[in-house]
């Protein structure tokens, strides 16, 4: 089963059909964690998205080489190339050192999402200190081919040498020069950035290294292009990341690959909106982080999560409230409570609403519209049919969109409870009904009514 793959190019700012470059794989190189302190569910949006994007195209008979980078190093708090690395500032709130940290987080970007969330593991994960001499190597390249200059705190890449600077943000580059001090900073040019900062003089960092240009660390825009190249080539298809990286990140990424190669760094550029939390951006300072823990601690399930980031199209901004959250909780279950069905009815032999699912998944990712799909579904069985839905429908659910479902049947002790309870409400004696719909509620179920009858589903 396949279908015509559109997707939309923040380099074009239109929809294109994708065609990569080798007839039956794709390379996709995504922007993971920084790895300082735990991730929020924001951070995790971006994960969800992305991984729905490498089961769209694999649905589409495609092998998907996935890179996911670990930023271990490197990432000033500044996206100006100052301020502490984000390490370190870690580091000195915690009371470890940077590399602990980095440890410490690392274990969680290279496992939580995936053992939790479900997600599938990209092809490579790479960590930014593992790439240090590489990450040399192409600043010395830029070297050679006159792209960089030396000032007092590092080694800068001159943007005034690309004629295209800023085409993926539109950035208006005279209007910057002009509007911009760069005197004290010792820069030539409002844009430039470090491709390799140098450790303060009398202070040794925790992660330092030594370089043709003096003691420090690479600037936290090389280990993408370098990992990008060293992992998947020259010219990758597909880029992704948040639109926070448009107009500085991936904009210097483009700029230093471009000027190493001379090729297209990337031919495809996808680019997700923020989640915000009770309409306010998410913030350390605001107090309003959530983790995947609480939203466990407050008994929902992270597939109700999942359900609420894909509910938002991937270039919206979502937005997080606990009501919100369990809305889709009640969503999931309804939908579990369907599949349930497969215990207790004849199956659907209908198989085309996979059809109609890849369709949508593969014109720009639309998950909004794969949910209302499979609510039309699942409402269509259980309001005109009568009938449970076909394991073919569900297994492209679970695959596709990584939302896992428990087909297992109850135990006989359930079942007898439920038929009493039937025989309560038959007989309209609701009280006796609510007092078995509460012991089979302890036991882990929930149960409800419909025009098939009972429906069960595990909590």
């Not at 053992?115 to 001499?133: E, F, G, N, R, V």
């Not at 290294?209 to 292009?225: I, K, Q, T, Y």
């Not at 579990?336 to 659907?348: G, R």
């Not at 882990?444 to 009514?449: A, R």
């Amino acid at each position: 089963m396949k279908t015509s793959i559109k997707l939309y190019n923040t380099m074009s700012r239109s929809v294109e059909a994708l065609t990569p470059q080798q007839a039956n794989t794709v390379s996709l190189y995504t922007c993971g964690l920084t790895v300082y302190s735990q991730p929020h569910i924001g951070n995790w949006a971006a994960y969800i998205y992305w991984d729905v994007l490498a089961r769209m195209l694999e649905a589409n008979g495609l092998k998907v080489a996935r890179v996911q980078n670990i930023t271990d190093v490197g990432h000033l708090v500044s996206d100006g190339d100052d301020g502490e690395d984000k390490l370190e500032k870690g580091a000195k709130l915690e009371g470890l050192t940077a590399w602990q940290v980095a440890d410490k987080y690392t274990a969680i970007a290279e496992n939580e999402a995936y053992d939790l969330l479900k997600l599938k593991k990209p092809t490579h994960m790479p960590k930014a200190t593992d790439y240090i001499q590489q990450q040399i190597e192409f600043v010395s390249d830029l070297e050679t081919k006159g792209y960089t200059y030396v000032i007092e705190d590092g080694v800068y890449f001159d943007t005034s040498k690309i004629k295209d600077y800023g085409k993926l943000a539109k950035l208006d580059i005279d209007g910057l020069r002009s509007g911009a001090r760069v005197k004290d900073t010792g820069k030539k040019n409002p844009t430039d950035f470090a491709l390799w900062k140098f450790s303060p003089k009398g202070v040794i960092r925790d992660m330092e290294w030594e370089s043709p240009w003096g003691v420090g660390f690479p600037g936290w825009h090389l280990e993408c292009s370098v990992m990008a190249e060293a992992l998947l080539g020259q010219t990758i298809d597909i880029h992704t990341g948040g639109i926070d990286h448009i107009p500085i990140h991936h904009t210097n990424e483009i700029a230093q690959s471009e000027a190493h190669t001379g090729k297209p760094f990337a031919k495809t550029w996808l680019h997700n909106n923020h989640l915000k939390i009770n309409g306010t951006k998410v913030s350390k300072s605001l107090g309003n982080i959530i983790t995947l823990q609480d939203i466990q601690d407050r008994g929902y399930s992270l597939q109700a999560y999942k359900l609420m980031i894909l509910s938002k199209h991937y270039r919206t901004e979502g937005n997080f409230t606990w009501k919100i959250l369990e809305s889709f909780q009640t969503r999931l279950n309804s939908w579990q409570a369907t599949v349930n069905l497969m215990h207790q009815l004849e199956s659907s032999k209908d198989t085309s609403a996979t059809n109609e699912m890849l369709e949508a998944l593969s014109n720009d990712l639309n998950t909004p519209q794969v949910l209302a799909l499979i609510d039309e579904y699942f409402n269509k069985l259980l309001n005109n049919e009568h009938k449970a839905p076909n394991a073919e429908v569900v297994s492209f659910i679970e695959t596709n969109l990584g939302i896992s479902f428990d087909k297992n049947d109850i135990s006989s002790d359930v079942k007898e409870l439920m038929n009493r309870r039937k025989k309560a409400r038959d007989n309209k004696d609701f009280s006796a009904s609510d007092e078995l719909r509460d012991e089979i509620n302890e036991l882990g179920y929930g149960i409800g009514d419909s025009p098939l009858g009972q429906i069960w589903y595990k909590k």
